[in-house]
T-cell receptor, first 115, second 114 residues
């Protein structure tokens, strides 16, 4: 799986958009970008994923650059409950049965939403 | 849907003792995963099952670690002869086979080896 690089920490004001960047310059053509977050003392939670088109769901938007070497997770109106560690993961979309099903987490970005 | 549950939530043990953790996945999920997380790090993959078959094991899973999922439902993770380096949060997750990128995590079992 491709390696990802994220800033260790970011701050955001409550009600403003939080833009979390991720670099994945060695991503392969069959690899997707996935985002998870982990609120303190909880297990990680899936947010969103994409291959090359921008994606949006009820939690966030994902913008992937045209060359697919980087992406940005956008929380449009951050709340205090969005304070968490956000992980960007690159992985094949359809995992082989005996390999590829794992998620490889880095150290993520600690997002702190301030009142 | 009650989510993924893990038991116990906390375990304190002395070095050299054996410990066993249990994970109950979401009922219709046929894939079950174990991860380990130490302070300040992201979770690290240990192993996963599809139904009762253990399909992949990480090199992190030494011979002191064994995981089972005997009936394709709940799973257990046993650590024999615990060492202080085993102190960590042990996370269980489950997923459907076709959407295995969307893994649902339990709250974890925090192990402290003294």
């Amino acid at each position: 799986d491709a390696k990802t690089t994220q800033p260790p920490s970011m701050d955001c004001a409550e009600g403003r958009a939080a833009n979390l960047p991720c670099n994945h310059s060695t991503i392969s053509g069959n690899e997707y970008v996935y985002w998870y977050r982990q609120i303190h003392s909880q297990g990680p939670q899936y947010i969103i994923h994409g291959l090359k088109n921008n994606e949006t769901n009820e939690m966030a938007s994902l913008i992937i650059t045209e060359d697919r070497k980087s992406s940005t997770l956008i929380l449009p109106h951050a709340t205090l409950r969005d304070t968490a560690v956000y992980y960007c993961i690159v992985r094949v979309g359809l995992a082989l049965e005996t390999s590829g099903s794992r998620l490889t987490f880095g150290e993520g970005t600690q997002l702190t939403v301030n009142p | 849907d009650t989510g993924v549950s893990q038991d116990p939530r906390h375990k304190i043990t002395k070095r050299g003792q054996n410990v066993t953790f249990r994970c109950d996945p979401i009922s219709e999920h046929n894939r079950l995963y174990w991860y380990r997380q130490t302070l300040g790090q992201g979770p690290e993959f240990l192993t996963y099952f599809q139904n009762e078959a253990q399909l992949e094991k990480s090199r992190l899973l030494s011979d002191r670690f064994s995981a089972e999922r005997p009936k394709g439902s709940f799973s257990t993770l046993e650590i024999q002869r615990t060492e202080q380096g085993d102190s960590a949060m042990y996370l269980c997750a489950s997923s459907l086979e076709d959407t295995d990128y969307e893994q649902y995590f339990g709250p974890g079992t925090r192990l402290t080896v003294t």
